[in-house]
Nanobody
Framework: QVQLVESGGGSVQPGGSLTLSCKVSVTYFRLTAIGWFRQAPGALRERVASISHDGDTLYHDSVKGRFTISRDNDNNIVNLRMNNLQIEDTAVYYC????????????????WGLGAQVTVAS
């Protein structure tokens, strides 16, 4: 019943890196576009990185050049490599099935997982 499980969160200093993983337990994974979202305290949820079923990617301007999204179709996993993390990246990160389009498209299709906490602090 649990279809989305995020892992890999943690605490790092500014400039550090983390890799998040999203395990997507649906039989049609190869047909899905998957997005990474984040929500910081007091902020709206934003879609920061997205990958289409065939590997095209989109990034929010706030993470462009620092984050890289990828997918492993053999294991139903979408990863988010986060480099040069900054304090403003602190948030709970979630994944979900999306409509690829632009990062401003926030529609999702699966029940939300518990997310992965990313804390960037000195």
């Amino acid at each position: 019943q649990v279809q989305l499980v995020e892992s890999g969160g943690g605490s790092v200093q500014p400039g550090g890196s983390l890799t998040l993983s999203c395990k997507v337990s649906v039989t049609y994974f190869r047909l899905t576009a998957i997005g990474w979202f984040r929500q910081a305290p007091g902020a709206l949820r934003e879609r920061v990185a997205s990958i289409s079923h065939d590997g095209d990617t989109l990034y929010h301007d706030s993470v462009k050049g620092r984050f890289t999204i990828s997918r492993d179709n053999d294991n139903n996993i979408v990863n988010l490599r986060m480099n040069n993390l900054q304090i403003e990246d602190t948030a709970v990160y979630y994944c979900n099935q999306i409509i690829f389009r632009d990062t401003s498209e926030l529609r999702t299709f699966l029940p939300w997982g518990l997310g992965a906490q990313v804390t960037v602090a000195s």
